[in-house]
């Protein structure tokens, strides 16, 4: 089998970049099975930049906003190409604080020069203020709203990339696990763990966690798994996504709420804990006393693909040029999935991309 490119991954990087390849003309093979932990069919689907540390600084600053500001129209033209109807959330996100400590500190952190820039089109709000716009939170000191954020229902989300690239005539999908890439002559030659393969001439690793797997890659990425519980509560109480307590509570179209979540590093083992479970019903409780007597319907793990920095990993390997890295994303897969399929499309295809990619080098670690 012959292609222009190869992708490697069917989770969120994968589809968004094989579709963004396939929509220049570039011939695309999309490689992969699905793993039982995977990172995007377990996300809660936040689009946060405004609470999230990792992006709060320089060139990835104006990344993650980018990402988050183009949400509403790629969802737009997805469904549109699809018929999937994909539930967004543009209400705001709520960050907040249990007590008048961490009030203060949410506050000071938020006039600070990182996160500045992040939120400063957003508002405080007292603790009255939370009550008026949220009844069923616990009583809080306070916190911000953060007008701009929002949720995506990744599972919709999914569904409608896995049918744009299973319909797009420049797609070929290969359920099929890559082993090894072959890079000595200077174009890509993939085998799969069922002994087929494919040439071309550019390979996009864009695996999550299962990336660093891959034999034969030059300078494999420094991903590691870190598991993330969550559960599913069948109650919807709130509007708004709210962030705090060391979790976060995200109110669903169906009626459901998604609470999570964990933070382990136990490998690649996708299995909830009981100990796990009851951390993330201690954040439902503490930020929504309602929850506390809902039925929890399902519970999951998801394995966070984490790069040492919290950073993704995007762009070309400092040996072998052909390959493109497209991983690592960590907490925010889901928020810069769109961006990161078209920036790694335009490197792939020759084109400058316009955003400043530097804190993503691969060569960095």
Same mark, same amino acid.
């Given at each position: 089998?012959?292609?222009?490119?190869?992708?490697?991954?069917?989770?969120?990087?994968?589809?968004?970049?094989?579709?963004?390849?396939?929509?220049?003309?570039?011939?695309?093979?999309?490689?992969?099975?699905?793993?039982?932990?995977?990172a995007?069919?377990?996300?809660?689907?936040?689009?946060?930049?405004?609470?999230?540390?990792?992006?709060?600084?320089?060139?990835?600053?104006?990344f993650?906003?980018?990402?988050?500001?183009?949400?509403?129209?790629?969802?737009?033209?997805?469904?549109?190409?699809?018929?999937?109807?994909?539930?967004?959330?543009?209400?705001?996100?709520?960050?907040?604080?249990?007590?008048?400590?961490?009030?203060?500190?949410?506050?000071?952190?938020?006039?600070?020069?990182?996160?500045?820039?992040?939120?400063?089109?957003?508002v405080?709000?007292?603790?009255?203020?939370l009550?008026?716009?949220?009844? *069923?939170? #616990? %009583? /809080?000191?306070? &916190?911000?709203? !953060? $007008?701009?954020?929002?949720?995506?229902?990744?599972?919709?989300?999914?569904?409608?990339?896995?049918?744009?690239?299973?319909?797009?005539h420049?797609?070929t999908?290969?359920?099929?696990?890559?082993?090894?890439?072959?890079?000595?002559?200077?174009?890509?030659?993939?085998?799969?763990?069922?002994?087929?393969?494919?040439?071309?001439?550019?390979?996009?690793?864009?695996?999550? *966690?299962? #990336? %660093? /797997?891959?034999? &034969?890659?030059? !300078? $494999?990425?420094?991903?590691?798994?870190?598991r993330?519980?969550?559960l599913?509560?069948q109650?919807a109480?709130?509007?708004?996504?709210?962030?705090?307590?060391?979790g976060?509570?995200?109110?669903?179209?169906?009626?459901?709420?998604?609470?999570?979540?964990?933070?382990?590093?136990?490998?690649?083992?996708?299995?909830?804990?009981?100990?796990g479970?009851?951390h993330?019903?201690?954040? #439902?409780?503490?930020?929504?006393?309602?929850?506390?007597?809902?039925?929890?319907?399902?519970?999951w793990?998801?394995?966070r693909?984490?790069?040492?920095?919290?950073?993704?990993?995007?762009?070309?390997?400092?040996?072998?040029?052909?390959?493109v890295?497209?991983?690592?994303?960590?907490?925010?897969?889901?928020?810069?999935?769109?961006?990161?399929?078209?920036?790694?499309?335009?490197?792939?295809?020759?084109?400058?991309?316009?955003?400043?990619?530097?804190?993503?080098?691969?060569?960095?670690?």
């Open positions: 089998m012959v292609a222009d490119a190869a992708v490697i991954g069917t989770g969120i990087i994968g589809l968004t970049t094989a579709i963004a390849l396939a929509d220049r003309g570039v011939q695309v093979t999309l490689l992969g099975r699905a793993h039982r932990g995977e995007s069919s377990a996300a809660g689907g936040m689009l946060a930049p405004s609470v999230e540390a990792e992006v709060a600084r320089g060139p990835a600053n104006v993650a906003r980018a990402a988050r500001d183009g949400y509403p129209a790629y969802v737009e033209a997805l469904s549109a190409r699809t018929g999937v109807d994909i539930p967004l959330n543009r209400l705001g996100i709520l960050e907040v604080a249990a007590t008048d400590a961490e009030a203060t500190t949410l506050r000071k952190r938020a006039a600070l020069g990182d996160f500045k820039s992040l939120v400063s089109t957003s405080w709000l007292d603790a009255r203020a009550a008026d716009l949220e009844p *069923a939170l #616990a %009583p /809080l000191a306070g &916190g911000f709203l !953060h $007008p701009e954020d929002g949720a995506v229902d990744p599972l919709r989300l999914l569904d409608a990339l896995r049918i744009a690239a299973a319909q797009h420049k797609v999908v290969v359920t099929e696990d890559v082993c090894y890439a072959d890079v000595s002559n200077g174009r890509c030659m993939i085998r799969t763990d069922s002994e087929n393969r494919v040439e071309t001439d550019h390979l996009v690793v864009a695996a999550g *966690a299962w #990336a %660093p /797997l891959i034999e &034969g890659i030059p !300078h $494999p990425p420094p991903v590691t798994p870190v993330g519980q969550m599913g509560i109650a109480p709130l509007r708004h996504v709210v962030f705090g307590a060391g976060y509570v995200i109110p669903k179209t169906d009626g459901m709420t998604t609470v999570g979540s964990t933070t382990e590093a136990v490998g690649f083992d996708p299995e909830t804990t009981e100990a479970l009851a993330v019903r201690r954040i #439902a409780e503490t930020l929504v006393p309602e929850l506390a007597q809902a039925e929890a319907s399902a519970a793990a998801g394995l693909p984490l790069s040492p920095d919290m950073l993704p990993i995007i762009g070309r390997d400092r040996d072998a040029p052909q390959i890295y497209a991983c690592g994303h960590s907490r925010n897969g889901i928020l810069l999935g769109p961006l990161t399929g078209e920036v790694v499309a335009d490197l792939v295809s020759g084109r400058e991309p316009q955003y400043d990619l530097s804190q993503f080098r691969p060569d960095r670690f």
